[in-house]
């Protein structure tokens, strides 16, 4: 039999809600397929800061080494800056356990209604691969000077390396999956130094794919693009602030951020990767009950299929499906139901169970 030891950290809000959620179908699903799975919780949060000074304690990273993977809810509560939060808790994870790659399927899922009119399930279907440790997001800059003198310097910083693996493996990824076409969203138009260079690699790493076409697309027209013909694409590859704001509008045209799940990866393997939601902590709704797990429970689907159960991913991702489609099923509030997490999740559960 199969082991995997996860660490659970429910972080905020509506984390510690569908976290739970997560765990019972990703449980279900292992005893169904015969492999184990140990969870460990660590509740690290916005209130161990408020508590201790620290998002996590000193050793943190050193215990989450030695699991499989990790199992996220959600960073980030009023009270607490945004940058504190995430500084603190994800992007040390993400950087120090080398988890250069964000990927995040764009999916339109049964049963639910894309803000694009005439789009219906298979109309949307793509990746976004985002560079996920260098780029705009970096600590390199400062502030200077006061009053109308103030200067603030932010430097993006891109390495040979760290471009070419995020692009290799998009289209490794792409090849993987017989995707036909990646697409790389740029701005060499605007930003001098580093998009010209990204376009440089893009085109470079491109050649070695010859089975597979390659477009690119400024990120202004890009994001149109994603509105107005979202079918023209399969895989998109982006720098870490491109890519994050695409991840988003991808889910976005599909109707709702709430169902949508990620990745973050070490392909690797040296470390374990992170697995969580789009949404955040969603503290406007934290409390009552009605937060959506989908996006919890697909992420478990993406932690499975990393860890190599494929078939159990498969089934957990279907069974969602089964739920959505069903027009007896009762939704939560996003969606356009009154059910609740508890009530969404026992029907994942039940159709998992084939019930």
């Keep these: 039999m199969n082991r995997y030891t996860i660490a659970n950290i429910p972080g905020d809000g509506t984390g510690r809600e569908v976290l739970p959620a997560g765990v019972q179908v ?62 603190g808790l994800l992007l040390p994870i993400r950087r120090e356990f080398d988890q250069y790659v964000n990927l995040r399927p764009v999916r339109l899922l049964p049963g639910i209604r894309s803000p694009l009119r005439e789009k219906s399930t298979g109309d949307i279907d793509f990746w976004v691969v985002r560079e996920n440790s260098e780029g705009e997001y970096s600590q390199i800059g400062g502030r200077t000077g006061t009053g109308e003198d103030e200067i603030v310097i932010q430097q993006a910083v891109f390495t040979r390396r760290g471009t070419d693996r995020i692009l290799r493996y998009a289209f490794d990824f792409a090849r993987k999956l017989g995707l036909p076409h990646v697409t790389s969203a740029t701005k060499s138009n605007g930003l001098y130094h580093s998009m010209p260079f990204w376009d440089e690699r893009f085109a470079a790493i491109g050649a070695e794919y010859p089975g597979i076409a390659t477009d690119q697309y400024h990120i202004d027209i890009l994001a149109a693009r994603f509105v107005m013909s979202p079918e023209r694409f399969d895989v998109v590859v982006g720098s870490n602030l491109f890519g994050d704001i695409l991840s988003d509008l991808g889910p976005g045209v599909t109707g709702t951020i709430a169902v949508a799940p990620s990745a973050n990866l070490n392909p690797s393997r040296r470390y374990p990767s992170m697995f969580e939601p789009v949404h955040g902590s969603a503290p406007d709704i934290a409390g009552q009950g009605i937060a959506n797990p989908i996006g919890q429970i697909w992420s478990g689907a993406m932690m499975l299929d990393h860890l190599g159960e494929a078939e159990a991913a498969a089934m957990v991702l279907a069974a969602i499906e089964a739920v959505l489609r069903d027009p007896q099923a009762v939704l939560t509030p996003d969606l356009g139901g009154n059910g609740s997490t508890a009530v969404l999740t026992r029907q994942i559960l039940e159709k998992l169970q084939g019930r």
């Design 26 to 87: 990703l449980s279900a699903v292992a005893q169904r397929c015969g492999f184990a799975l140990e969870f460990r919780d660590f509740d690290w949060s916005c209130e161990t800061y408020l508590a201790t000074g620290k998002m996590m304690p000193d050793d943190g990273l050193t215990r989450l080494a030695d699991h499989d993977a990790i199992f996220l809810g959600a960073v980030g509560y009023p009270g607490v800056p945004d940058h504190v939060s995430l500084w």
